[in-house]
């Protein structure tokens, strides 16, 4: 029973529609999904911190190699859920990435460059 209502709540999630993102998240998923790496890096400030889970990547150099190796040959795989948590500037995600459900969290200017980013495995 319990694993029956469990598969029903994960068919259930809607993913997140492009139109329902701020503008630095959907030119993330946007240039992960074309598997683009410029339009990918457009999406950053030049000296945008990136953090996956423990690993820190800071600035474009580092962004984009880091992309290249881990993000952009997979980028068919990426949605976003839903918008967990939001104010000014913020978001928190809940995203399908290749297999797994993960948080991602954004932080942006107020031009839509994504300044800061954290990818953590879901609770």
């Not at 889970?53 to 949605?79: C, M, P, Y």
């Not at 995600?93 to 994504?114: A, R």
Request: charged share 20%; net charge negative.
């Amino acid at each position: 029973m319990l694993k029956r209502c469990l598969v029903t709540l994960l068919l259930s999630v809607q993913p997140v529609t492009a139109d329902e993102l701020p503008a630095a998240i959907a030119c993330y998923e946007s240039s992960t999904n074309e598997m683009n790496i410029d339009a990918y890096m457009a999406c950053f400030i030049p000296d945008a911190t990136m953090i996956d889970v423990s690993r820190e990547f800071q600035g474009h150099d580092a962004i984009r190699a880091w992309a290249l190796r881990e993000v952009i040959a997979n980028g068919e795989t990426f949605k976003h859920r839903k918008i967990l948590e939001t104010s000014e500037g913020f978001a928190k995600t809940e995203v399908n990435w290749l297999s797994w459900v993960v948080h991602y969290s954004y932080w942006w200017n107020p031009e839509g460059k994504i300044t800061r980013m954290s990818l953590q495995y879901a609770d």
